[in-house]
């Protein structure tokens, strides 16, 4: 069990009271650790200067599958972000190393308009919001996290908390216990990756940074992995650069994950967050920059985690901003093992980049997806470099789709037993971007079809939708009952 001893413990709490309190007792910012900041932006919140991270970010659409060997840095490019804490608005000023030709902060439904005065960029930021200022384009973007003012700080001391200070810590793999939280502090940045299973009643809580970059693809499990948990709290820390997936809960029950901001999402297989066959879990308030998938809700059936196949359901994914550099942002499968599916809603969502799908259902095994709701989904605009896999080049149909809902097997799972999707809705989506999206969808049988798709107030460039001639979309026959209005 990896804890700081008791003189280090005091020592990080009056270092962190000392210098990331700022003047104003709203606001609460990092203190400078041993990193070198970024190069290209400066940052004054309140007046007060603030430390510029750096993180590596996928710069092309350009994947493919595991080829042993780690996607060349070629192919990637350094990105930059901040975070703070706040409890009302603040004053941002945000200088550029670069010349300024256009701004523009996303999500654009926040309405942030910014004042431009040479490489100085100025805005008010309302509170706690996590938003992207791209400068000149998306290759020069700078990600703020603004997180609210934490009230419910573990004791240091106990010896059920794994308690990380501001400054830097290589703890490996860290394992909780039944009972146990992993606090990672304002200003600490932990070199390692968190695991748990079988535990009940696990927090893994802070604001601080953990960071999986020393971590090859095959020396641990996933950055924050838990399998067979009950009573999960997974809140505020920022995750940069996993070397697989980011946060997968297995066979999970009972989970909260909220406030969590993931970054340098690069490699092959970056996802967000991954659910397989939990439920009754929430997502909320997550800003979640992926290279792969954002959040996926998976079925698995696997012997070495004694994994049963057991059902998804009861499981809400809201306000959360996504930004997708090549998969979906919004996904149910391509592996769904489990018997059903149900009971998800997505809500309130804005994805300011995407690829190839917004939002995506693949069933790719046996089970019956039904009663899926996306609601208050807002769509920005689509990357179009060229997308690539290996050495296929996809057309421009292939990518930049709405939504996209199919039943056929997958390369992933050995199931042999198809499914079936039916019942989903999708209401007050809004798109905002070029081309014209296309949505897609292909049943695989009269027996595995996809039947009652409704889609109600859909809104693509300020136009409303009226019906299915002008929702440019492609099915086959074994897909029935789409309903708009």
């Known amino acids: 069990m990896i804890k700081i001893t008791p003189l280090l413990s005091i020592i990080s709490v009056i270092i962190l009271l000392c210098s990331c309190q700022t003047e104003s007792s709203h606001l609460i910012i990092p203190v400078q650790v041993g990193e070198e900041p970024s190069d290209d932006f400066s940052l004054m919140v309140n007046k007060r200067e603030t430390f510029v991270y750096r993180a590596r970010v996928?710069?092309?659409?350009?994947?493919?599958?595991?080829?042993?060997?780690?996607?060349?840095?070629e192919q990637t490019e350094l990105a930059s972000f901040a975070y703070f804490d706040c409890?009302?608005?603040v004053e941002v000023e945000l200088i550029s190393a670069k010349q300024v030709y256009e701004v523009t902060i996303r999500?654009?439904?926040?309405g942030i308009v910014p004042v431009i005065d040479g490489n100085t960029i100025r805005f008010d930021l309302p509170g706690p919001k996590k938003i992207v200022v791209e400068v000149n384009d998306r290759h020069h973007a700078f990600h703020l996290f603004a997180s609210h003012i934490e009230s419910d700080k573990p004791d240091p001391m106990d010896p059920k908390v794994h308690y990380f200070g501001p400054g830097i810590h290589e703890p490996g793999t860290i394992t909780l216990e039944s009972d146990e939280t992993v606090y990672i502090d304002t200003g600490a940045i932990v070199f390692g990756n968190i695991e748990a299973s079988d535990a009940k009643h696990i927090k893994i809580a802070g604001h601080g940074i953990l960071d999986a970059s020393k971590i090859g693809r095959f020396d641990a499990r996933q950055m924050v992995s838990l399998d067979r948990c009950e009573d999960?709290?997974?809140e505020g820390i920022i995750c940069r650069d996993p070397h697989v997936w980011t946060v997968i809960a297995r066979n999970c029950r009972n989970v909260r994950i909220s406030d969590l901001?993931?970054?340098?999402?690069?490699?092959?297989n970056a996802d967000g967050i991954d659910l397989v066959n939990s439920q009754d879990v929430l997502i909320e308030d997550c800003f979640i920059r992926a290279f792969d998938d954002n959040i996926a809700l998976k079925g698995m059936k696997r012997r070495d985690l004694f994994m049963d196949?057991?059902?998804?359901?009861?499981?809400?994914?809201?306000?959360?901003?996504?930004?997708?550099?090549?998969?979906r942002a919004l996904e149910i499968g391509a592996e769904t093992v489990a018997d059903s599916i149900y009971n998800i809603r997505f809500l309130n969502c804005d994805i300011i980049h995407f690829v190839h799908i917004a939002m995506d259902i693949q069933n790719g095994d046996r089970a019956l997806i039904t009663n899926v709701l996306f609601e208050n989904i807002r769509v920005e605009e689509p990357i179009k470099d060229r997308a690539q896999i290996a050495e296929y080049v996809y057309p421009l149909d292939e990518i930049g789709k709405l939504v996209d809902l199919n039943i056929r097997a997958n390369n992933y799972s050995k199931d042999t037993i198809r499914g079936k999707i039916e019942n989903i809705t999708f209401r007050n989506i809004t798109y905002t971007g070029t081309p014209f999206p296309h949505t897609t969808m292909e049943g695989l049988s009269a027996m595995h079809s996809i039947r009652n798709i409704y889609f109600e107030n859909i809104v693509i460039n300020e136009k409303r939708i009226e019906g299915l001639e002008d929702l440019n979309l492609q099915t086959?026959?074994?897909v029935s009952s789409i309903n708009v209005k």
Do not use: F, H, M
Request: hydrophobic share 30%; with cysteine; proline share 9%.
């Open 476 to 478: 086959n026959e074994y």
């Open 87 to 89: 409890d009302g608005p």
């Open 58 to 73: 996928s710069a092309y659409p350009i994947n493919q599958v595991w080829p042993g060997y780690q996607r060349p840095e």
């Open 309 to 327: 196949g057991s059902s998804l359901r009861n499981i809400e994914v809201r306000n959360c901003v996504l930004w997708n550099d090549w998969g």
């Open 107 to 110: 999500p654009l439904s926040y």
């Open 232 to 234: 999960v709290t997974v």
């Open 261 to 268: 901001k993931l970054i340098g999402l690069w490699r092959y």
